[in-house]
C-alpha cells in the first residue's frame, strides 16, 4: 500500500469510528448531565465534601466554583513540584524550580500540558500520577461542565440557575472519563504502549527512561491535554509504538470534542442544531488536514522531523487533529514541518480551538463565535437576533465580545513583549521569519491551552516561564467566566418561539456564516503577524 | 372600539390609489442631494470636538489617530505624510457629515413644525368668564375656548361642541375633519386650527411636552438615544477595534523583530483602513434616516426602541372594518326576484341610488355602471325626479320619476313573497346586508351589500407571512360572517365577537407564549391594548387616551400603515447590518494593499501579495486610506434611504444581503484601491 492509500484509509478508518460512536456516546453524555440520580460513590464524595448535590448554581456561584476549584489546583500541583524530593518515586531528581513549577502547574490545570520541563530529568512518578494526571481528569471536566452550563442557558426559561458546578464535575470525571481512559488505557498497552513504575531499563548499557504511561496517556489524549509522560511525547515508541496506537490515540482526543455536537443536539431538543455545528468542525478539520498533508507531501525535506513508523499522513493527521483539539500531543516535530505545513497547525490553534476544540472548551467556543455570526445576521434580516429562542442583546453580546477578546489580546500582548526583549533572540533556534513563527506558536499555543510545541525555542527562562503561564490562565479563564455569564443572562430570558420569521440555524447557509465567521475572526486578527511569520516563509 | 376615520370620504378610486401607494414593496428612499452635504457643512465641522467624537468609539480612535499622524507629519513633511494626514481628517469629517446630513433633513422638518407653533393666544375660561394668556402658560386641566379661524392653543380633548378642524400643518392633508366632544373624535392638537363653530378644549398636556414638541424633538434627533440594538452593535464594533488596535499595536514589535521597523503614520493608516470605519460613521445617520423615514410617512414614534421592536413583530392584530375591508358595506351583487328580469332590476335599483350620497347609494350605482354598462351620470330626464331621502320610520330611500315610486331599503319594509324572503335570509346568513328594490310596491329584487375586501390585501399577507408575520383579524362581527371575510382576505386566524378585553387577552396570550404582537387603534377603550402590544399605532383621529397609550402615533389615520411600519423597522435593522458585513468584508482587500507595501522590502516574496499590482507602497498605502474614506461618502446615500428590502423569509433574505455586502464587501476594494493607486501615482513626490 502505498503512504497516501495507508493514509487515506487511516482517515477513513478514523471517521469511521468515531460516526459509530458518535450517536451512543453523545447521548450518554446528555444522560449523564441531565440524570437526577447519583451514583453511590458519588453521593460518598458529596458526603465527604459537604456539598448538597440536589441544589442548584447561579452562573456567579458556578464560575466562582470553577475559579477556586482551579486554584487549588494550581497551589496543590505548584507545591506538590516544589516538595518532590520528599516525595516517593522522585528518582533523585530534586524539586521543581520555582518559574519551572508555576508554569506547570498553571499549564496543567488549566488543560494546556504546555511542557517546559523534560520529563524524564525533572518529574517522578508520584507528581506526573497524583498531580498530573488528576489534573488530566478534572481539568477537562471542568470543560465540560462550563460547555453543559452555556447549554442549560439556551435551554432553560426564565431561570437564574445553571446547575451545579460540582456535580458537573464529579460527573464528567466518573461517568465518562475514568471508564473511557480506562478502557483505553489497556487497549494502549495491548498495542505496546509502555506501564512500569521503574525509572528506566538499561538497554545495551543505555539507560532508556520508563513510566506508568498507558494510564497517562488515555487521558492525556481523552480529555485534549497532551501533555507527554516522556519528553518526546508521542513520537516517543513507549508512548506511541506504531500506526495502530497513533490511530487510537487520534481516536481518543476527537471522540469527546466531536461526539459533544450530538450531546448539544440531543440538549436543546434539535439534533440537527448538533449536526451543523459538527458539520463546521469537521469541514474545517477536513480543508486543515488537505492543506498541511499537501504542505509537507510536497515539502524540501518531507521526513524531517517525522517518525518513520508513522510516515507523512500519519503525522499530518495528528497535527491537525492535535492542534485543532486544543490537545497539544504531538508525533512529530511542528518546528520542521514547511511553512505552510506549521503555518496551518498555527491557524488550526489561532481559529480559537474549536473544529472540534477541546473537550468541552470547543463546544463553549464554537457556541460564542454562532452568537456573535447570529448578531450579525440577525440584523440582515431585519429582527432582533436570536439564537436557539434567546434574543442577542446587549448583554449577550457583551459576554461573546469579552470571551473573544480574551485569547488575541493575552496573545498579541505577549509575543509582542517577547519579540522585542533582548533575551529572546538567544532563546530561538533560527533568526527572521522561522523565529517569529517560533514565538507566535509558543503564545498561540499557550493563549489557547493547547500546550504543542514548536518547539525550536528554549522557554525556560523567567519571562517565559512567566509570561505563558499568564496566558494560559487568562486564556483560560477570561472566557470561561465570559461564557457562564452569558449562560446566565441567556437562561433569564424567556423563550423566544421559532416562527416562519425566525433564521433557521439547522441548514447549510448558518453553517457557512459560522464557518466565515470562525476564519474570518482568525484572519483578520492574526494576518498581519502571520504576514511576518508562516506567510513569508510559506511564500519563499 | 372603532376604526372610523372622520376622513371625508374619499372616492374609491382615491382609496385605490392611495392603497396602491402603500403597497409599493419597496420602503420608498428619501431623496437625497449633493446640495444637502454642502448645506450640512457647518455642522459636519462642529462635530469634531473630542466630546462629541467620544460619543462614537470608532469614530474617536479615526480622531485620534489623525492627530498622531498630523503631529508625525509636521515632524516630517512629505507629501505621503502630509496626504495621509488630510485624508484621515477627510474620514473624520465624512463621518460627520453623515451624521450632519441625515440631522439636516429633520431640522427642515422641524423648523415647518416650529412655524406651526407660532405663539398662539389662549382664550382660558375662567369662573367669570374668560382671560387671554400666551399658550405657553396653559396648564392641564385648563379649559379654553377655540373658535372658527383661531388656532388650537395646546393638545387637548374637546369637552363642548363640535368643529371643523385644518390640521395640514401636522398631517400634510388639506381636507378638514370634524372634531366633536365624547367619543372618539375629540382629541385635537396644538397648531391646528378651527375652521368652524366654537369648541371648548380640555388641556391634556404641559406646553412644551406637546405633540408638536415631540415630534420637533424627534425629527432633530435632539432626544436620540441608541437604541437596544445599536448599543449591541455599538460593542460588536468596539470589540473589533480593540482586537485591530492590538492586532497593528503586535505589530511593531513583530516588525522590529524582523527588522522592518515602520513608522507610526503608516501603522495609524492601516489601523485606521481596518476598524468598521464604513459602519461606525454610518451608523448613527441610519439610526436618524430611519426616524426620518417613519416621519415622512406620516408615522410618529415615541421612541427608537418602538421602531426596532417593529421589526420584530410576530403577530399583527388588524381590525377588520376600515383596514381589511373598506369598511364600508357595498352592493356587489343584484338578485332579481319573481319573473323580474335583471336589466329592469339593476334599472331600478340604479335609478334608485342616482341621488343617494350614502357610500351605500354610491356603490350601488358603481356596480351598475361596472358591471352592467349603465350611465354613471342621471340624464336631463332622470334629473327631473324627485328623491325620497332615507328616514328612520320609512326605512328606505328612492326616487319618484314619471309615475314611477322606486324605492329600495330594508327587507323588514316591505311585504316579501316566500322566495324573495329566502334570498333575503341567504344573505344575511352569508354576512351581507341585502337591500330589497321595488317599484310601486312591486319588489323587483335584492341587492346584496357586503363587506368588501381591499384589493391587494391577500398578497399583503402573503408577503407578511412570508416574513414571518401572522395576522389575526378582530371584527364584531358573528364567527361566521368573519370566518367569510377571513378566507377572502387571507388572514391566518380572526377575532370574532370581539369586545376590547377579549383584545387584550388575545395579546397577553401571544406575548405570553414569547411573541411580539402589534396592533392599530383609536378609540378610548383601545388604549389598555394600545399599552399592551409591543408596538401600539394610534390613529390621529382617535382620542388622546389612545394616544398616550400607543407609542406611535399614525398622523394619516391609516390603520395598513402598520405593515409599512414593519418593513422600516426591518429595514433599519438590515441597513446596519448589511454596512456592518461590508465594512469587515472590506479589510481583506487593505491586507493585500497594506502588508505587502510594509513589508516587501524585507520579505520580498510578500510581493506576491501585492495582487492589485499597486505603485508603490506609499501609493498602496495612500489608496486604501483614500478608499477608506471615500467610500463613507459614497455609501451616505444608502444609509439614508435604507439598503432595498424586499418581504421574503429570513433565509432568502439572508443570502441576498450576504452575497452583496458579504462577497460585494470583498470584492469592491480590489477594484476602488486598484482604481485610486491609478490616479494616486500620477502626483509627483508617490510612487
Known amino acids: ?540 | 372600539m372603532t376604526t372610523t376615520t372622520d376622513r371625508p370620504q374619499r372616492t374609491p378610486d382615491e382609496v385605490r390609489e392611495r392603497h396602491a401607494r402603500n403597497l409599493g414593496h419597496q420602503v420608498a428612499a428619501g431623496l437625497f442631494n449633493p446640495e444637502q452635504l454642502l448645506k450640512s457643512f457647518p455642522d459636519a465641522l462642529r462635530k469634531f470636538d473630542p466630546r462629541h467624537q467620544l460619543r462614537n468609539p470608532v469614530m474617536f480612535v479615526v480622531w485620534v489617530g489623525s492627530l498622531l499622524v498630523t503631529v508625525f507629519a509636521v515632524g516630517d513633511p512629505s507629501v505621503f505624510t502630509i496626504a495621509v494626514a488630510v485624508w484621515l481628517w477627510l474620514t473624520v469629517l465624512f463621518a460627520n457629515l453623515a451624521e450632519a446630513v441625515a440631522e439636516g433633513r429633520g431640522k427642515a422638518q422641524a423648523d415647518s413644525l416650529r412655524k406651526t407653533k407660532k405663539d398662539a393666544v389662549a382664550r382660558r375660561l375662567t369662573e367669570g368668564g374668560e382671560e387671554r394668556v400666551p399658550g405657553t402658560e396653559l396648564h392641564v386641566g385648563d379649559l379654553v375656548v377655540v373658535e372658527a379661524g383661531e388656532v388650537i392653543p395646546g393638545d387637548g380633548d374637546v369637552v363642548e361642541g363640535i368643529a371643523t378642524v385644518d390640521e395640514s400643518a401636522i398631517t400634510g392633508e388639506s381636507a378638514p375633519v370634524i372634531r366633536e366632544s365624547g367619543g372618539d373624535r375629540s382629541a385635537v392638537t396644538g397648531g391646528t386650527t378651527a375652521l368652524s363653530d366654537r369648541i371648548v378644549v380640555k388641556i391634556t398636556t404641559k406646553p412644551g411636552e406637546s405633540f408638536v414638541d415631540r415630534m420637533i424633538a424627534l425629527v432633530e434627533g435632539a432626544q436620540r438615544q441608541k437604541t437596544p440594538n445599536e448599543i449591541a452593535l455599538t460593542i460588536l464594533l468596539s470589540t473589533l477595534t480593540i482586537i485591530f488596535l492590538l492586532a497593528v499595536v503586535a505589530l511593531q514589535p513583530f516588525a522590529i523583530f524582523s527588522g522592518g521597523e515602520q513608522s507610526v503614520i503608516v501603522l495609524t493608516a492601516l489601523l485606521v483602513c481596518l476598524i468598521p470605519t464604513t459602519i461606525g460613521a454610518l451608523l448613527s445617520a441610519i439610526g436618524i434616516a430611519g426616524m426620518d423615514r417613519l416621519v415622512q410617512r406620516n408615522v410618529l414614534a415615541t421612541s427608537g426602541k418602538a421602531v426596532e421592536a417593529a421589526g420584530d413583530i410576530d403577530t399583527l392584530l388588524l381590525d377588520k372594518t376600515g383596514t381589511i375591508t373598506w369598511g364600508n358595506r357595498q352592493a356587489t351583487e343584484f338578485i332579481p326576484a319573481g319573473g323580474t328580469t335583471i336589466d329592469a332590476l339593476v334599472d331600478a335599483a340604479r335609478l334608485s341610488s342616482l341621488a343617494d350620497g350614502t357610500p351605500e347609494g354610491r356603490s350601488v350605482v358603481e356596480l351598475c355602471v361596472t358591471r352592467y354598462g349603465r350611465a354613471a351620470e342621471p340624464t336631463d330626464q332622470e334629473k327631473t325626479g324627485e328623491f325620497v331621502p332615507f328616514t328612520a320610520q320609512t326605512r328606505m330611500s328612492g326616487i319618484d320619476l314619471g309615475g314611477r315610486s322606486i324605492r329600495k331599503g330594508a327587507a323588514s319594509a316591505f311585504t316579501l313573497d316566500q322566495s324573495t324572503k329566502a334570498i333575503v335570509d341567504e344573505i344575511s346568513a352569508e354576512g351581507g346586508t341585502p337591500l330589497v328594490v321595488a317599484d310601486n310596491g312591486t319588489v323587483l329584487g335584492v341587492i346584496r351589500l357586503s363587506d368588501v375586501v381591499k384589493p391587494g390585501m391577500r398578497e399583503r399577507f402573503a408577503e407578511l407571512r412570508a416574513m414571518g408575520i401572522r395576522t389575526v383579524m378582530v371584527t364584531g362581527d358573528n364567527p361566521l360572517t368573519a370566518k367569510a371575510i377571513a378566507a377572502e382576505a387571507g388572514v391566518d386566524d380572526f377575532l370574532a365577537e370581539a369586545k376590547p378585553e377579549d383584545k387584550m387577552a388575545l395579546i397577553r396570550k401571544e406575548q405570553e407564549g414569547g411573541k411580539l404582537v402589534a396592533m392599530t387603534g383609536d378609540g378610548t377603550n383601545d388604549a389598555p391594548a394600545l399599552a399592551q402590544a409591543d408596538v401600539g399605532v394610534a390613529m390621529n383621529t382617535g382620542t388622546s387616551a389612545a394616544k398616550e397609550a400607543g407609542n406611535m402615533v399614525d398622523l394619516d389615520s391609516d390603520p395598513t400603515k402598520l405593515i409599512e411600519i414593519v418593513e422600516i423597522g426591518k429595514q433599519l435593522l438590515i441597513t446596519r447590518g448589511a454596512l456592518t458585513t461590508f465594512s469587515v468584508a472590506n479589510d481583506l482587500a487593505k491586507y493585500f494593499a497594506i502588508l505587502p507595501a510594509m513589508f516587501a522590502a524585507i520579505y520580498p516574496q510578500l510581493d506576491k501579495l501585492n495582487i492589485m499590482a499597486l505603485g508603490s507602497p506609499q501609493s498602496a498605502i495612500l489608496s486604501a486610506v483614500i478608499f477608506n474614506a471615500l467610500v463613507i461618502v459614497v455609501l451616505i446615500p444608502l444609509a439614508l434611504r435604507g439598503v432595498r428590502y424586499k418581504p421574503s423569509n429570513a433565509s432568502a433574505l439572508l443570502r441576498r444581503n450576504l452575497l452583496i455586502y458579504g462577497l460585494g464587501g470583498i470584492v469592491t476594494p480590489f477594484a476602488g484601491i486598484w482604481l485610486i493607486d491609478l490616479l494616486v501615482g500620477l502626483i509627483p513626490g508617490i510612487g
Open chain 1, 1 to 540: 500500500m502505498s503512504s497516501t492509500a495507508a493514509g487515506l484509509a487511516q482517515v477513513g478508518l478514523l471517521i469511521a469510528a468515531l460516526a459509530v460512536v458518535y450517536r451512543p456516546f453523545g447521548d450518554y453524555v446528555a444522560r449523564v448531565y441531565t440524570g437526577t440520580k447519583h451514583m453511590k460513590v458519588e453521593r460518598a464524595i458529596y458526603r465527604t465534601a459537604r456539598i448538597d448535590p440536589d441544589s442548584e448554581q447561579r452562573w456567579g456561584t458556578y464560575a466562582l466554583a470553577v475559579l477556586g476549584f482551579s486554584f487549588v489546583g494550581v497551589a496543590f500541583l505548584y507545591l506538590l513540584q516544589r516538595f518532590q524530593s520528599l516525595l516517593p518515586f522522585d528518582f533523585d531528581r530534586g524539586s521543581v524550580t520555582p518559574g519551572m513549577a508555576f508554569n506547570t502547574a498553571v499549564s496543567f490545570v488549566t488543560n494546556t500540558n504546555w511542557q517546559s520541563y523534560v520529563p524524564e530529568t525533572v518529574l517522578g512518578h508520584t507528581v506526573q500520577m497524583v498531580g498530573l494526571t488528576v489534573q488530566n481528569f478534572v481539568s477537562a471536566a471542568v470543560g465540560l461542565a462550563v460547555a453543559v452550563a452555556l447549554v442549560r442557558g439556551f435551554v432553560r426559561d426564565r431561570t437564574d440557575r445553571l446547575g451545579n458546578f460540582w456535580v458537573d464535575m464529579t460527573r464528567g470525571v466518573i461517568r465518562i472519563l475514568l471508564p473511557v481512559a480506562f478502557v483505553f488505557a489497556i487497549v494502549l498497552v495491548a498495542t505496546g504502549v509502555v506501564m512500569s513504575l521503574k525509572s528506566g531499563v538499561s538497554v545495551d548499557g543505555q539507560e532508556v527512561a520508563t513510566a506508568p504511561v498507558a494510564s497517562q496517556e488515555a487521558i492525556k489524549e481523552l480529555g485534549t491535554n497532551g501533555g507527554g509522560v516522556l519528553n518526546a511525547n508521542s513520537a516517543h515508541p513507549f508512548e506511541n509504538p506504531n500506526s495502530w496506537s497513533n490511530l487510537i490515540e487520534i481516536f481518543l482526543l476527537l471522540v469527546i470534542p466531536v461526539s459533544l455536537t450530538r450531546t448539544f443536539g440531543t440538549l436543546v431538543g434539535n439534533r440537527k442544531q448538533g449536526y451543523v455545528l459538527l458539520s463546521v468542525m469537521g469541514v474545517l478539520w477536513a480543508l486543515m488536514l488537505t492543506v498541511i498533508w499537501w504542505a509537507e507531501a510536497n515539502g524540501i525535506r518531507p521526513l524531517e522531523g517525522k517518525e518513520l513508523r508513522f510516515g507523512i499522513p500519519g503525522s499530518a493527521l495528528f497535527a491537525n487533529s492535535t492542534t485543532d483539539t486544543s490537545t497539544g500531543a504531538v508525533n512529530a516535530m511542528h518546528d520542521s514541518f514547511t511553512g505552510l505545513g506549521g503555518g496551518g497547525a498555527m491557524l488550526n490553534i489561532l481559529f480559537g480551538e474549536m473544529t472540534p476544540g477541546g473537550v468541552g472548551t470547543g463546544l463553549y467556543s464554537i457556541l460564542v463565535m454562532a452568537v456573535i455570526a447570529m448578531f450579525l445576521a440577525g440584523l440582515m434580516v431585519g429582527r432582533t437576533p436570536e439564537y436557539l429562542g434567546k434574543k442577542l442583546g446587549k448583554r449577550e453580546v457583551t459576554a461573546a465580545a469579552v470571551s473573544i477578546l480574551a485569547m488575541p489580546t493575552v496573545l498579541l500582548i505577549g509575543a509582542g513583549i517577547a519579540a522585542i526583549l533582548p533575551g529572546t533572540q538567544a532563546a530561538l533556534n533560527n533568526p527572521g521569519e522561522h523565529g517569529l513563527s517560533e514565538i507566535l506558536y509558543a503564545y498561540a499555543s499557550a493563549a489557547n491551552n493547547n500546550g504543542s510545541a514548536f518547539a525550536g525555542i528554549t522557554v525556560t527562562n523567567d519571562w517565559f516561564q512567566a509570561s505563558l503561564g499568564v496566558c494560559m490562565a487568562l486564556g483560560r479563564f477570561v472566557p470561561i467566566i465570559a461564557v457562564l455569564c452569558l449562560a446566565g443572562s441567556l437562561a433569564a430570558q424567556k423563550k423566544v418561539p421559532e416562527t416562519a420569521g425566525t433564521l433557521p440555524t439547522t441548514g447549510p447557509l448558518f453553517a457557512t456564516l459560522l464557518a466565515g465567521a470562525i476564519v474570518l475572526v482568525a484572519a483578520l486578527t492574526f494576518v498581519p503577524a502571520l504576514a511576518l511569520g508562516p506567510i513569508a516563509e510559506a511564500l519563499l
